[in-house]
């Protein structure tokens, strides 16, 4: 399985057809394709802001349904905050979504797939940033 991350499938709502090259090569490698519960808040207040069309609305729906939700249970919750206070401790700002993301992903052992470099900051998470 693999996490998609916000930035993967805003890429992918945009249509770059190197995205969607990339989650044509993930689906033949991962078994499943997953996003985590926090990824579909960013995205969906980020369609809210731009004022997006209910057909805009309707395609991001339909990506979602393609995909596993992993959410924000106890045990990710509680790595989410270990990985915050430690990033914080080298002197290391991340987005808390980001941070969530990040441990929701490393919780269920998934790699996370990303344009963002900052998940490289996060010890033990796996990262294939594009």
């Known amino acids: ?7 993967f499938l805003v890429d992918l709502l945009r249509g ?3 995205i969607s090259d990339l989650k044509e090569e993930l689906s033949k ?3 499943i394709l997953a996003v985590a519960a926090p990824s579909i808040m960013e995205l969906w207040a980020g369609a809210c802001l731009a004022k997006a069309s209910a057909a805009e609305k309707e395609k991001i729906s339909e990506l979602l349904e393609s995909l596993e939700i ?9 790595e989410a905050g ?8 080298e002197g290391q700002i991340i987005e808390t979504e980001d941070v969530m993301i990040a441990a929701i ?10 344009r963002d470099s900052h998940y490289t900051k996060i010890h033990g998470l796996n990262v294939l940033k594009y």
Do not use: Q, R, Y
Not at 1 to 7: F, G, I, V, Y
Not at 105 to 114: D, P, S
């Open 29 to 31: 490698s991962e078994p």
């Open 1 to 7: 399985m693999a996490c998609l991350d916000t930035t």
């Open 16 to 18: 770059k057809k190197e």
């Open 105 to 114: 992903a490393k919780v269920h052992g998934e790699k996370i797939v990303t």
């Open 82 to 89: 270990e990985i915050e206070a430690g990033l914080i401790g």
């Open 70 to 78: 992993l959410n924000l249970d106890e045990k990710s919750a509680k």
